[in-house]
């Protein structure tokens, strides 16, 4: 008869039950129905119970600065707790019936629910509460927020800005105090002044990207900007519809998303090359950098080889031996051996020209998402 009292065993297991002196709630978790009130202490809970609604208050002062919608609430109890309570129910024979952590987060969360008008969620709740309650029933009360997780495009018109910041030196990224929970160096980079806006933003830490692609630190970003994604831990705002950042040159449009992508997409980069030659260019010269559309342009990555696609190719003389070659390719083609032809890549574009080129620099003029 597992989860079941039948009424005709209510009284004997009050009468049972009366030997040990439990709290209100902590009978009814075994299935009686009290309503004493105790001169000392429960047997089981030692006054746990009876701090349902000091406890709601401590809990509501944890998640004053956050936004939510949905909530859950979790516990660590004292051993002994389900010690005593394991060791009535063995001498009463009370099976099935729910655990006093059950009981606790339960209640608790209809009184947030009631209170704050959130909802308990299960699987992905806005934010998570954790108590922590030691044997003295001195309770710690800790909440913390589901990451946020944003899609956004950067423009870049500055230039000696690099797209990555490195790790804090003290934490490694993990944040700590030195690095202002940001887990970065500084914020002197597209990552840095983003990050730092971010957190302002969303009052969260440790903001994370992941960059469709990258430039030099010298090139310029523009059309609609370079995609990325980002991920804010604890973040106390969380109902955005869209950000935006400005700073240092960088500009940043981002909004929330559910999920973040689990493998890198697919992109097509418009690239702007400005190309010097050591020799001076012919018509001809030029003719066969346009000829370089639809061809693949191969590679050794790591110890495989790979191949990138050029899609469009078109060429402008500046004079006898600049150029611009404005070209459109698979995203992740590696411009500058592209150009110098150094490390293994063919075609090239010294190859091609029959000279010695150079890169002199390359602006990013669009990416586009497949
Ligand atoms: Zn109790
Ligand atoms: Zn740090």
Redesign the pocket.
């Known amino acids: 008869m597992e989860g079941l009292v039948l009424a005709h065993d209510r009284n004997s297991l009050a009468a049972q039950l009366k030997q040990y002196r439990?709290?209100n709630?902590?009978s009814e978790r075994q299935g009686a129905i009290a309503r004493t009130k105790l001169s000392q202490p429960?047997?089981?809970?030692?006054?746990?119970?009876?701090k349902l609604d000091s406890l709601t208050e401590k809990i509501k002062t944890a998640i004053c600065d956050y936004e939510f919608d949905t909530f859950l609430v979790g516990a660590t109890l004292p051993t002994q707790i389900y010690e005593r309570e394991d060791a009535l129910r063995a001498r009463l024979k009370i099976r099935g019936m729910e655990s006093v952590k059950n009981q606790l987060t339960r209640e608790l969360g209809m009184r947030l629910a009631r209170q704050t008008r959130g909802k308990v969620d299960y699987l992905r709740p806005d934010i998570t509460i954790s108590l922590a309650i030691d044997k003295e029933n001195s309770i710690d009360v800790t909440a913390k927020s589901r990451p946020l997780a944003l899609a956004g495009r950067y423009t870049k018109k500055a230039s000696g800005m690099p797209q990555k910041q490195d790790r804090c030196p003290d934490c490694e990224g993990k944040g700590c105090g030195s690095c202002n929970h940001s887990g970065l160096s500084g914020y002197d980079s597209i990552e840095g002044v983003i990050a730092k806006k971010l957190m302002a933003i969303t009052k969260g830490i440790t903001p994370r990207f992941s960059w469709i692609g990258s430039e030099d630190q010298n090139s310029q970003v523009l059309g609609k900007g370079r995609p990325f994604y980002a991920r804010v831990s604890d973040p106390r705002k969380r109902n955005f519809r869209k950000i935006t950042i400005r700073g240092n040159g960088v500009q940043a449009i981002l909004s929330t998303v559910d999920e973040l992508p689990t493998t890198q997409p697919r992109f097509i980069v418009k690239t702007r090359i400005h190309i010097r030659c050591d020799k001076n260019l012919t018509k001809k010269e030029l003719q066969a950098l346009r000829e370089l559309a639809g061809r693949e342009v191969s590679y050794r990555n790591r110890s495989k080889m790979a191949t990138k696609r050029i899609r469009s190719a078109s060429v402008r003389r500046i004079d006898s031996n600049n150029l611009v070659l404005t070209v459109v390719a698979d995203g992740g083609l590696m411009i500058k051996q592209f150009v110098g032809g150094e490390e293994y890549m063919k075609p090239n574009i010294s190859e091609v020209l029959g000279c010695k080129c150079e890169c002199v620099r390359f602006d990013i003029l669009d990416v586009e998402l497949q």
């Open positions: 439990l709290c709630r902590c429960c047997f089981i809970c030692r006054g746990l119970m009876e």
